[in-house]
């Protein structure tokens, strides 16, 4: 791996492979403005994110706070309703420290939908120009942030995409980048093979416990993270899915432990705790792989490496996700959807 | 186990397995060579799908990878289909939607 990616520099030092606009609504009841100033933008790195609720949540506010300085991101556009809980100038002024130009628009100051709309495109204009004067410097492998995710496995997962990604993690880590895997619940069964791949002995004992945790949230709400589409697709158990999923992580040693939003310290593989503390209380931490995605992107991923065998079309803001098919039927069908075929490993061409 | 003792359609992931998995779609009939011995496919096979390598006793481990990935409910013989209708989890129940099986694609 030489230097050959470039990257725009952040003022934390990080660097980002994209340069995106971001605009956030920050009430579900803004979301349709956000969307229609986005609209016109599709293809130009203008991309929306968002979070509905109405209530001050520690939670929603850190995700943004992160989501929003992301190293991918150049400029950020906020969108208020104004009367919502969502703390927007303390987001806008985490922001602004940060070196990124930012604004904020209240609908209910602006004087509503359609004058905030044709405000906020004319700010995404100027936003879009600026940024497009920044130019990229060089980048190393190094510098990167990468994290995996599968969604619609099926009995090739563990033998085809999963064990290709885990040797690309594996010639990653090598290189000195930071590599994440995650969906603890996934990987119920797999937590003494973990352990034994922890750095250190403390470690050790947190990844087998942070599994416990995911298995007793799930035994508590009646059901593994087992779709279907999983049984329609080859797989019959939670802990056959769990042993494919665990292929995507490697080979290489566990080097932390971290929770949705907090950066890997430095290069090596970490395992993502996605399950929330404390007694079972939100219904299923992993209600969706967006969530999942969104989680990663938080703690600094440049990319998702997504693994794929009934065929997931599940993209992201922020981050590029690359889509990896386990077989070759699906591949084939779906091809303008997937970006690797690992079904050729089944086929043996 | 030798390559020649094993149907090129069949993979098998670890020595210790009691399953071998298929590499392509199988039709209920087609025979198929495994640990030398053939053996006839009792129902229709997709590629992923997994298929007994020994017989296998109620309760008894079934191994992919190496690794137990629950228990057989049910008598399999060698050639079988291993799936929900004759193996279990060992740690949580899934939830399956029957009226899709036919939809499979």
């Known amino acids: 791996m030489g230097g050959v990616m470039k990257g725009w520099l952040r003022s934390d030092g990080r660097k980002g492979i994209r340069n995106v606009v971001v605009v956030a609504y920050l009430v579900e009841c803004a979301h349709h403005v956000a969307r229609e100033i986005v609209l016109p933008y599709r293809n130009k790195d203008v991309h929306l994110i968002g979070f509905p609720g109405c209530y001050f949540n520690e939670y929603a506010q850190e995700m943004m706070r992160k989501l929003t300085t992301h190293p991918n991101i150049g400029a950020v556009l906020l969108v208020s309703l104004g009367c919502e809980g969502f703390d927007k100038y303390g987001l806008e002024s985490h922001i602004a420290a940060s070196g990124r130009p930012v604004q904020t628009l209240v609908i209910q100051g602006e004087g509503g939908t359609r004058k905030t709309i044709e405000l906020g495109r004319s700010l995404v204009e100027e936003m879009r120009m600026e940024t497009d004067k920044q130019t990229p410097i060089p980048m190393t492998p190094a510098e990167l942030v990468v994290g995996t995710i599968c969604g619609g496995s099926d009995g090739a997962s563990g033998i085809t995409a999963n064990p290709a990604v885990g040797k690309a993690f594996d010639q990653l880590v090598a290189n000195g980048a930071a590599c994440i895997f995650e969906e603890t619940g996934e990987l119920i069964g797999c937590e003494e093979h973990m352990a034994a791949r922890a750095a250190t002995p403390a470690l050790a004992e947190e990844i087998v416990k942070c599994v416990e945790k995911a298995a007793k949230y799930y035994s508590v709400l009646g059901q593994g993270s087992f779709a279907p589409g999983n049984a ?43 399950v929330p503390d404390g007694d079972v209380r939100f219904g299923f931490p992993n209600i969706s792989d967006n969530a999942e995605i969104t989680e990663m992107i938080a703690s600094g991923c440049h990319v998702i490496i997504f693994t794929t065998g009934r065929g997931s079309v599940v993209g992201s803001a922020i981050s590029p996700v690359i889509k990896v098919s386990t077989n070759s039927q699906m591949y084939n069908r779906m091809m303008d959807d997937m970006d690797v075929n690992a079904g050729t490993i089944l086929d043996g061409t | 186990m030798t390559e020649t003792n094993l149907d090129h359609r069949l993979l098998l992931l670890c020595d210790d397995d009691n399953v071998v998995v298929a590499r392509t779609r199988l039709g209920q009939g087609t025979d198929v060579l495994i640990d030398g011995s053939r053996y006839i496919i009792n129902r229709d096979v997709l590629p992923g799908f997994k298929i007994a390598r020994t017989e296998i006793s109620p309760g008894q481990k079934i191994l992919k990878y190496g690794a137990p990935i629950g228990s057989a409910s049910q008598e399999i013989t060698p050639g079988a289909r291993v799936h929900t209708d004759n193996m279990k989890s060992d740690y949580i129940a899934i939830h399956t939607n029957e009226s899709d099986e036919s939809h499979v694609i």
């Open chain 1, 232 to 274: 329609e697709g080859g797989l019959t158990t939670q802990e056959e899915k769990s042993m494919g999923a665990y292929a995507k992580s490697g080979a290489s040693k566990i080097v932390g432990l971290i929770k949705p939003g907090m950066q890997p310290p430095t290069g090596g593989l970490y395992l993502l705790d996605v």
